[in-house]
T-cell receptor, first 113, second 111 residues
Framework: AQSVSQHNHHVILSEAASLELGCNYS??????LFWYVQYPGQHLQLLLK??????LVKGIKGFEAEFIKSKFSFNLRKPSVQWSDTAEYFC???????????FGDGTTLTVKP | DTGVSQDPRHKITKRGQNVTFRCDPI?????LYWYRQTLGQGPEFLTY????????KSRLLSDRFSAERPKGSFSTLEIQRTEQGDSAMYLC?????????FGPGTRLTVT
């Protein structure tokens, strides 16, 4: 069974700081990888996804993530955060053509203005 | 794309009562998923449908839980004899391929 580990439960940054949120998964085969964001009072939204190809994927709102297969990692990055990035971020994995996605427990990001 | 909708958004019930939630997926999506999320945790997979067929159920889905998608469109999730431990956010998602789009969820509180 797949599992997803997000290393940081709560991250606090000042505006303009750089962000990196860690995500590791356990599964030896081919996987699809996702980052979702949940803004306060809103539902889960897809930030970016990796299915295959270029391991550096770019998403919405200036976010990007890099898939490093040898490290089973899919870390999320943003060079300069804004107050509006305050939210909870979830990493998820599923198998190609499978239904179930496995989520990490999330990282709460607080950006101070 | 009108998004995934769920009804009701909030439900408060007494322990032992039955509750039913509805999910309307994005119209062209053939896959529909149910997840449960509790405070401080990520969504946990419950079950999923491809069209009207229920293809996978989690061990989390006890005998008190049942889900249907009778015509391959909307889905219902019923919880019988609710327990306080059932209090959670119940999320529905739908997809055509690999990236599920989530609805707003139904927050269940069992008193």
């Amino acid at each position: 069974a797949q599992s997803v580990s997000q290393h940081n439960h709560h991250v606090i940054l000042s505006e303009a700081a750089s962000l990196e949120l860690g995500c590791n998964y356990s599964y030896g085969g081919t996987v699809n990888l996702f980052w979702y964001v949940q803004y306060p009072g809103q539902h889960l939204q897809l930030l970016l996804k990796y299915f295959s190809g270029d391991p550096l994927v770019k998403g919405i709102k200036g976010f990007e993530a890099e898939f490093i297969k040898s490290k089973f990692s899919f870390n999320l990055r943003k060079p300069s955060v804004q107050w509006s990035d305050t939210a909870e971020y979830f990493c998820a994995v599923n198998l190609p053509n499978a239904g179930k996605s496995t989520f990490g427990d999330g990282t709460t990001l607080t950006v101070k203005p | 794309d009108t998004g995934v909708s769920q009804d009701p958004r909030h439900k408060i019930t007494k322990r032992g009562q039955n509750v039913t939630f509805r999910c309307d997926p994005i119209s062209e999506h053939n896959r529909l998923y149910w997840y449960r999320q509790t405070l401080g945790q990520g969504p946990e997979f419950l079950t999923y449908f491809q069209n009207e067929a229920q293809l996978e159920k989690s061990r989390l889905l006890s005998d008190r839980f049942s889900a249907e998608r009778p015509k391959g469109s909307f889905s219902t999730l019923e919880i019988q004899r609710t327990e306080q431990g059932d209090s959670a956010m119940y999320l529905c998602a739908s997809s055509l391929q690999g990236d599920p789009k989530f609805g707003p969820g139904t927050r269940l509180t069992v008193t």
